[in-house]
């Protein structure tokens, strides 16, 4: 197997490093400021300008970056990539 080239490098150092990151702390933000309109029985989030109370909506603004956290973290965890062979 040859030597990764700089390319391979930084690409695996922006996914896996930088981008990951900003995946958690974004994700976690967002989840964290999302949250209390979910346990507040009157709680409101905004959709397109209006506040909405609808569980569904409140329930996918905690969810998704829940989920946002989970794949920085699956991200921050994977194994460098190197493509086989001089095929790209």
């Not at 996914?15 to 009157?42: E, N, Q, W």
């Not at 905004?46 to 969810?63: C, H, I, T």
């Not at 921050?76 to 095929?87: A, C, L, M």
Request: charged share 15%.
């Amino acid at each position: 197997m040859s030597q990764p080239t700089l390319y391979w490098r930084f690409f695996n150092f922006m996914v896996r490093r930088v981008v990951a990151v900003c995946f958690v702390v974004g994700g976690s933000i967002l989840c964290l400021y999302f949250l209390p309109s979910l346990f507040d029985p009157k709680g409101t989030i905004p959709v397109n300008g209006v506040p909405e109370s609808d569980v569904v909506y409140r329930l996918f603004a905690v969810l998704m970056p829940a989920l946002m956290v989970a794949l920085g973290v699956l991200l921050y965890r994977v194994r460098p990539w190197y493509p086989q062979g001089d095929k790209l």
